[in-house]
Nanobody, 124 residues
Framework: EVQAVESGGGSVQAGGSLKLSCVYFRYTYSTTCMGWFRQTPGKEREAVATIYTDGVTNYKDSVKGRFTISKDAAKNTLYLQMNELNSEDTASYYC??????????????????WGQGTQVTVSS
């Protein structure tokens, strides 16, 4: 069974930075899409950033230039570096991964493997 363990959330003041990590266990797919999603109470979970096996990335418009998604394939670890945080970034953040796939998606229905979520709180 695939397991994903997240870390790195917390509280930060506006303008600050945080780095999220997500380690996958027993995840052996070779061509995959991995991503970070976020959710606030009463709203749908939304894609923040995705990265395909070849390194191609996509970002939600509001985080472009501030967030960077990356991965270490050898460690089966996904990262999200978040800079210039603002109050609108406050949410629960989830890492996610597809099975074997030929492309990346932003629709969460394509992602069967999820982390437990980590809270990010930005105070102004």
């Amino acid at each position: 069974e695939v397991q994903a363990v997240e870390s790195g959330g917390g509280s930060v003041q506006a303008g600050g930075s945080l780095k999220l990590s997500c380690v996958y266990f027993r995840y052996t797919y070779s061509t995959t899409c991995m991503g970070w999603f976020r959710q606030t109470p009463g709203k749908e979970r939304e894609a923040v950033a995705t990265i395909y096996t070849d390194g191609v990335t996509n970002y939600k418009d509001s985080v472009k230039g501030r967030f960077t998604i990356s991965k270490d394939a050898a460690k089966n670890t996904l990262y999200l570096q978040m800079n210039e945080l603002n109050s609108e970034d406050t949410a629960s953040y989830y890492c996610a991964a597809t099975g074997g796939t030929s492309k990346c998606y932003s629709d969460l229905v394509w992602f069967p493997f999820w982390g437990q979520g980590t809270q990010v709180t930005v105070s102004s």
